[in-house]
Structures are given as structure tokens and as C-alpha cells.
């Protein structure tokens, strides 16, 4: 009887050690999930009130344009207005520059005000922060171009094929480049712009195979390295870096041709 | 202690005594037929649980936190000011000044855009428009850069690519004859020439016409039709014949061609 009792004694204090290990285990992700998941949702909010902040302090733009938060409707001209001036500041630069227009669906390539190349925008996503913003706010981050201050994309800025020198004819004919235009990859394309704004270019095109797997694989890594910034910032003691994010679906023809127009630092401008 | 036990199995809910069975039937057949040993499939099943803990924190720390931020963002609304009715002479004239604004903008806009002819040309496409303001003219297939970099020894590089920008007409010349450069001559395993030997000299390969672009860019026929729409130039930009015939006679010195 009372080794039963021993042996029982025993089990259930190696039961109740094991369910308190498991109560450790689950308090401790649960402490990590929340010291990860709430600096993450405070963000958009620091983002928000940044950018607020940043327009806001402009008092010479804030006196101009105080109308806008007077009605939706001038609001709505006075960002028309911003949108105007942000491609006529655009076209004093002699480079080849990016308008994003989602009134009317397009994404163009404009150099000297001219529309060189313009691509239907099939569908879009944009970020809540944008309708958060305060109006003033909105029209002084849009009246003037952004800088495309970091790109990553799917396909080669320039296809470059590196060619050694024949040493005599025989070789040369040999060498002879025939090009295929057949071999196009799939086009998807990440640009951060001023302001932390980032502009993400996919593809509408999901036929092959190989079409899906880059795109999963270019969402995985934007997946990724975001998080690895959050948990590098939180390990700091830091609210993370939230970057407000527009999403178009184009063809991919037209990421190419955009993204290979397109000269470093680019400047962009948006209508929305 | 059996008593104890023989307690709980009793107090298990008939489903899962089957549910459980199941699974040991399962793992029977995995074993016979498989030949593979009950602690591999232990271990398969707790790589599966490993997997799934895996998914979970990957939805939590990649998915969850992009829901999340979505959820607390705050959508603005504009309030409406009652002291500064739509109606109200002051929102009439704020909305006049905008309007006129606008259409101040738009003009200057619209002035960009060169009244008389000019053309546009796609290097990633290879396909060209020939404009006249905001009028298509033509468009049709060129030959841009191939974007092939040739390299003889370390000395010497050449990157055939078409230059992108804003380019103006420069020069105009009929029965345009080619002056082969070095890089002619070292891309056919050729020894080079001397500044105006006359293997230097090539004539009717450039087509009828060419237009200077400025820094030895050219825009000229072909002989090599079925190359029309590839990139395989070094850098100048061909056309048909046909085509080239109305740039060239549309197009003046000055007029502007946009590359990209």
C-alpha cells in the first residue's frame, strides 16, 4: 500500500512538472508573441502620425493649402492641383521619370513631361496609411516628386551578355549571337521611395509554374526581410519601421520595359 | 495502478478509442508494407508536428502582423466645417482659385509635349512611334543594342547599348556610308585597320537614310530585315526601309526623339 501510494506520489509530481513546463513553454511564447506583436501593431500608427507631423510642421504649406480640411471637395481639387505640380516639377529633370495615375489606371514612363510609355494598372491594393493621412498631409507629400531610393526586381536591370574578343574570323563565326526574345522571366518589382513609401510592380500574368514560384518566392522575401527589420528593431527596444506599401498588377511586358527605363534614383509621382 | 489505468481507457469517448485504433491500424500497414520501423514513423509523425509548429510561427511572425496593421490604421474622414458651408462665398472662391490653378497647370503640361513630329522608341520592345503632337503617325519594329559587352584583353571594352533619354535630330544624310569603328574589326577577329584605311568604308549597309543622334548614335536602315524587333545593334537603332523614309522626311534637325 504504501509503495503504491510512493509510486503515485511519484507520477504526479512528474505529471505536475510536466504541465508546468508546458505552462513555461506557453507563457513564454505567448510573452514572445506579444513583445513581437505589439511594437509590430503600434507601427502604422508612429508611420501615421510621422508623416502627419512632418506635413503639418510646414506652416507655410499648411497656410496655403488649410482649405483642403474645410471640404472633400476641395480637397479632392487641391490634391488634383498637387498631383499637377509634382509632374511639372518632374519634367524639369532630364531623366526618365515613373506617374502613377490611379484615376484613370495608368503607370507611365515620363520624361519632359512627355508620356513615352504608358501601362494599364490591371488592379491595385493601397495602403490603409493613405486614407489615414490627413488630407494636408496628402497633398504635401504628393506635390512633389518621391526618389526611388532602393529597387529590387525579379529580372536584370540590363541584360548584359559578356563576349570575348575572337581571335580570328573562323572563331568570329562561330561566336555569331543570335538573341531570343522568347526568353522573358517573370517580372516583379519593389521600389522604396521618400518617405518609406513602397511601391510593389507584380506581374497580372500567373500561367506557369515558374511564373507562380518567382512570385512566391519575391513575396517570401519581402516577408522576410520585413521581419527581420521588425525583430532587429524590437531587439533594439524600437518601435519598427512600417512602410506603407502600393500594390499594382500590370503585365509583365510593361514591368520590364518600366523597370529597364527606369535610371536609378528615379523620381515617381502619385495621383490617388 | 492497472486499476487506474484500466479507469481512463474506460473513461476515453468510444470515437477516439476508434480514431485511435485507426491510427495503430494505420501505422500496421504502414510498417508491413514499407517494411519501415514503428520508431521511423514516430519520427515521421513528430517532424510532421515540428512542420506544423513551423507554419504557425511563420503565420504568426509573417501574416498575422501585416493583418494586425492593417486592423489598427484608423481611416480619416474629412469633417465637415459647418462655419464654411459648401454653399459659402469663401468655399466658391477657394474652389474658383483651385479650378483656375488646374487649368493653369494643365496648360504648361500640355506645352511639354513638341507640337511637331517626334519619336518615341522602346528598347526593351524594340518597337518605335513616330508622333505628331499627340498624334500617332506610325509605328511599327527597330533594332536596338544588344547589350552585349565585348571585351578585348583588359584594355578594351565595348558596351553595345542604346543610349535612354531625351535626344535631339542632330544631322541628316542620304545613301549614308558606314565607317567601320575598332570594335567592327575586333568583333569579326579582324586585325584593325588604320584611321581611313578603306576596309573602314562600307556602303549601302546603313540603308537609305540616317539621322544623327549626336556621340556616333545613328538612327538607319538595315540589311538584316528579319532581325527587325531584336535587340542585336550596337547601339544605333534600325528601321525598314519604309518606315526610315517617313521619320527621315517627318523629322527635322531639332526634332526630338525620346529613348527608353
Known amino acids: 500500500m504504501k509503495k503504491i501510494l510512493q509510486r503515485i506520489t511519484q507520477q504526479f509530481k512528474e505529471l505536475t512538472g510536466k504541465i508546468t513546463v508546458k505552462i513555461w513553454v506557453i507563457a513564454g511564447i505567448t510573452i514572445i508573441a506579444l513583445g513581437y506583436l505589439v511594437p509590430v501593431s503600434l507601427a502604422p500608427v508612429k508611420t501615421l502620425k510621422h508623416l502627419n507631423h512632418f506635413a503639418l510642421a510646414d506652416s507655410v504649406f499648411t497656410e496655403q493649402y488649410k482649405i483642403i480640411n474645410k471640404s472633400p471637395e476641395l480637397a479632392l481639387l487641391a490634391k488634383e492641383k498637387g498631383f499637377k505640380e509634382a509632374q511639372l516639377s518632374m519634367a524639369k529633370s532630364d531623366s526618365i521619370g515613373l506617374k502613377i495615375n490611379f484615376k484613370d489606371s495608368t503607370l507611365s514612363l515620363v520624361i519632359k513631361g512627355v508620356t513615352i510609355h504608358a501601362a494599364e494598372i490591371k488592379n491595385y491594393k493601397i495602403d490603409k496609411v493613405f486614407f489615414a493621412i490627413e488630407n494636408l498631409t496628402s497633398a504635401k507629400l504628393f506635390s512633389s516628386p518621391l526618389n526611388i531610393q532602393h529597387e529590387s526586381a525579379t529580372i536584370v536591370k540590363e541584360p548584359i551578355i559578356v563576349k570575348h574578343a575572337p581571335k580570328d574570323a573562323a572563331e568570329a563565326a562561330q561566336q555569331a549571337y543570335m538573341p531570343d526574345t522568347l526568353q522573358k522571366n517573370p517580372a516583379f518589382l519593389s521600389m522604396v521611395c521618400t518617405y518609406n513609401i513602397q511601391l510593389i510592380v507584380k506581374q497580372v500574368e500567373k500561367e506557369s509554374f515558374k511564373d507562380k514560384k518567382i512570385g512566391i518566392r519575391f513575396d517570401f522575401k519581402n516577408y522576410v526581410q520585413k521581419t527581420a527589420n521588425t525583430i532587429w528593431s524590437i531587439l533594439r527596444l524600437q518601435i519598427p519601421e512600417y512602410k506603407p506599401v502600393i500594390q499594382l498588377y500590370v503585365s509583365g511586358d510593361d514591368i520590364r520595359t518600366i523597370y529597364r527605363a527606369l535610371p536609378r534614383n528615379a523620381m515617381v509621382v502619385i495621383y490617388y | ?260
Open chain 2, 1 to 260: 495502478m492497472e486499476n487506474i489505468k484500466h479507469y481512463v481507457t474506460r473513461q476515453v469517448p468510444v470515437e477516439a478509442q476508434k480514431i485511435y485504433s485507426l491510427l495503430l491500424k494505420g501505422i500496421r500497414f504502414i510498417q508491413d508494407h514499407f517494411k519501415i520501423s514503428r520508431s521511423l514513423i514516430f519520427k515521421l509523425l513528430f517532424a510532421v508536428k515540428v512542420l506544423a509548429i513551423t507554419i504557425i510561427l511563420i503565420i504568426i511572425f509573417l501574416l498575422v502582423p501585416e493583418w494586425i496593421q492593417h486592423w489598427v490604421v484608423p481611416v480619416n474622414k474629412v469633417k465637415s466645417d459647418l462655419a464654411f458651408a459648401e454653399d459659402s462665398v469663401q468655399f466658391k472662391k477657394d474652389k474658383k482659385n483651385l479650378e483656375k490653378s488646374i487649368t493653369q497647370l494643365d496648360k504648361k503640361l500640355e506645352r511639354q509635349i513638341p507640337a511637331s513630329y517626334y519619336m518615341v522608341i522602346n528598347s526593351s520592345e524594340n518597337e518605335f512611334q513616330l508622333y505628331k503632337g499627340k498624334q500617332l503617325i506610325r509605328d511599327g519594329m527597330c533594332s536596338t543594342g544588344s547589350y552585349i559587352l565585348l571585351q578585348n584583353g583588359d584594355e578594351q571594352k565595348w558596351m553595345f547599348k542604346t543610349p535612354k533619354g531625351e535626344f535631339k535630330i542632330r544631322s541628316k544624310t542620304t545613301s549614308p556610308i558606314w565607317k567601320k569603328p575598332d570594335w567592327a574589326f575586333v568583333e569579326e577577329g579582324l586585325p584593325i585597320p588604320s584611321a581611313n584605311h578603306h576596309t573602314r568604308f562600307e556602303y549601302g549597309v546603313l540603308g537609305d537614310y540616317a539621322l544623327g543622334l549626336g556621340q556616333g548614335y545613328l538612327i538607319h536602315g538595315t540589311l538584316y530585315k528579319r532581325f527587325l524587333g531584336l535587340p542585336v545593334t550596337h547601339g544605333c537603332v534600325r528601321m525598314n526601309d519604309e518606315d526610315l523614309e517617313l521619320v527621315y522626311r517627318s523629322l527635322n534637325i531639332g526634332s526630338k526623339v525620346f529613348i527608353y
